[in-house]
């Protein structure tokens, strides 16, 4: 079935889930924070950010099945988002100074992550790196890894500006 589309912006300081489908989010807000938690909320579930630039700011969570499928998703300076459930970045950005803390999994198949933040693999967490092509560290972006992971294709490219983007397990 073809995704629901939300092409008009969106700012969620509450709770967005989808309990069947893809639920795809074209647009962000020109201002604006969120704070509130987005999740598929079975098997069959997603909410994908597919489009514009969103910005999670302290508090937000991503508790059950999302994707980072274009656009940007950036965590706010100062700003510590969780995601315990079942992250996929397979194309866009994934940016800003905070800190995304993994407490589930996060597969990268495809995409960038950039801007001095860190995207932390915590101890309980997985995270497998298995693009087609390559992905995207740059930007001054910490990957951290405290929990288990996966390399099983591609390549991680250290892209422009890598002074002091680093991988560290």
């Known amino acids: ?17 989808a309990s069947a489908g893809t639920l795809a989010l074209h647009s962000a807000p ?15 579930a997603l909410v994908s950010f597919e489009g514009g630039a969103h910005v999670l700011g302290a508090g937000a969570t991503l508790p059950g099945r999302a994707e980072l499928g274009g656009g940007t ?10 995601a315990s459930g079942q992250l996929t970045h397979s194309s866009g950005t994934l940016g800003g100074t905070g800190t995304l803390s993994v407490t589930g999994s996060l597969t990268w198949t495809g995409g960038t992550e950039t801007d001095a933040g860190t995207t932390r693999i915590e101890a309980t967490a997985t995270l497998a790196i298995n693009p087609t092509f390559n992905v995207t560290l740059s930007g001054g972006r910490t990957l ?11 390549d991680i490219f250290l892209g422009g500006g890598a002074t002091g983007t680093t991988l560290e397990n």
Do not use: I
């Open 1 to 17: 079935p073809n995704p629901t589309q939300v092409s008009v912006p969106l700012d969620n300081d509450g709770t967005l889930a």
């Open 30 to 44: 020109a201002t604006g924070v969120h704070t509130g938690s987005f999740a598929g909320t079975t098997a069959t």
């Open 73 to 82: 998703l950036d965590v706010a300076a100062s700003a510590t988002a969780t």
């Open 144 to 154: 951290e890894n405290d929990g288990a992971a996966t390399w099983t294709g591609g």
